[in-house]
């Protein structure tokens, strides 16, 4: 059974700081690329920042130099540290593992973590 469980989540004051984790369990956590999405209220889920097996990793242009993903094989965990936080970085904060096989993949969610900044 795949689990991908979040944590981290809080209330923060705008420019304050947020780690956010997910611990994998049930896959080969070095084989997937792992990433980040948040959904704010009435808007589509987009994806924040992701990390790639080989450890590449990518950001949405409105995080890029505030937000760093990384990830701990021993461990099974992707984190997202979360700095300068701004008011529409609020929103639930989801983890998502995928593994392509060709034309086909493999993803699977946790149940997400809210995030909450005031101004």
């Known amino acids: 059974q795949v689990q991908l469980v979040e944590s981290g989540g809080d209330l923060v004051q705008a420019g304050g700081s947020l780690r956010l984790s997910c611990a994998v369990s049930?896959?080969?956590?070095?084989?997937?690329?792992m990433g980040w999405y948040r959904q704010a209220p009435g808007k589509q889920r987009e994806l924040v920042a992701a990390?790639?097996?080989?450890?590449?990793?990518n950001y949405a242009d409105s995080v890029k130099g505030r937000f760093t993903i990384s990830k701990d094989n021993a461990k099974n965990t992707v984190y997202l540290q979360m700095n300068s936080l701004k008011p529409e970085d609020t929103g639930v904060y989801y983890c998502n593992a995928r593994i392509n096989y060709g034309l086909r993949y493999n993803a699977y969610w946790g149940q997400g973590t809210q995030v909450t900044v005031s101004s």
């Open positions: 049930g896959v080969i956590f070095s084989t997937y690329a």
């Open positions: 990390i790639s097996s080989g450890g590449t990793t």
